[in-house]
């Protein structure tokens, strides 16, 4: 059983280029969570998508978007790049969680370096 | 956001135990306490979680304060394969996680 799949592993873009990240969940889950990681730092929340709606969002401005396909794959849209937006990008799945307790699993991560 | 506070780092000796603390002094009733820890270059893999009594996995226990507002993980034979970042987070229902800085742990052989 695949466990979390990311591509590309590393991307290099220049300043108010787009990007698309890409993220495969474990088998079985439905929902689908990305996250950046500055250097030093803990993962930051961006947004949660199940059942193809964005479904919580964190403190992140409108140039980041998603979108997730009937398979439960998803996507991570950054439009108009940032110096700023260069971090480990990190995607993770579970099944939707009612109850609070089910656990996460990431994936390995893209790492975004912006010029 | 949840808050929790963690030793930005520790040290412990390959074979020994390591007690990790967190405080969360803001947990509510029906928050979990989850951990999830960060190896060199990979995404983070969850550790363990529990809601008020103590838990125990193959990886590690974890031991809940009675009030609820702290925690410690507990490795019980460290090895330096645990050598990593470890996250405390509390979690409301629905699936985000709110990260801090989390502790970092050395281990020596």
């Known amino acids: 059983d695949a466990g979390v799949t990311q591509s590309p592993t590393h991307l290099i873009k220049t300043r108010g280029q787009q990007v698309t990240l890409r993220c495969s969940p474990k088998?079985?889950?439905?929902?689908v969570s990305w996250y950046q990681q500055a250097l030093g730092q803990g993962p930051q929340f961006i947004f949660q998508?199940?059942?193809?709606?964005?479904?919580q969002r964190g403190n992140f401005p409108d140039r980041f978007s998603g979108h997730q396909f009937p398979n439960y794959s998803s996507e991570l849209n950054v439009n108009a790049l940032l110096l700023g937006d260069s971090a480990l990008y990190l995607c993770?799945?579970?099944?939707?969680?009612?109850?609070?307790?089910?656990?996460?699993?990431f994936g390995p991560g893209t790492r975004l370096t912006v010029l | 956001d949840a808050k929790t506070t963690q030793p930005n780092s520790m040290e412990s000796n390959e074979e020994e135990p390591v007690h990790l603390p967190c405080n969360h002094s803001?947990?509510?009733?029906?928050?979990?306490i989850h951990w999830y820890r960060q190896l060199p270059s990979q995404g983070p893999e969850y550790v363990i979680h529990?809601?008020?009594s103590n838990v125990n996995n193959r990886m590690a226990s974890l031991a809940i304060a009675e009030d609820r507002k702290s925690s410690t993980l507990i490795l019980h034979r460290a090895t330096l394969r645990d050598a990593a970042v470890y996250y405390c987070?509390?979690?409301?229902?629905?699936?985000?996680?709110?990260f801090g800085g989390g502790t970092r742990v050395l281990v020596k052989p």
């Open positions: 529990g809601l008020t």
């Open positions: 993770a799945s579970s099944l939707f969680d009612g109850d609070s307790y089910n656990e996460q699993f």
């Open positions: 998508y199940y059942e193809e709606e964005e479904r």
């Open positions: 088998s079985g889950h439905d929902t």
């Open positions: 987070i509390h979690k409301a229902a629905g699936n985000k996680l709110t």
């Open positions: 803001t947990i509510s009733g029906t928050d979990y």
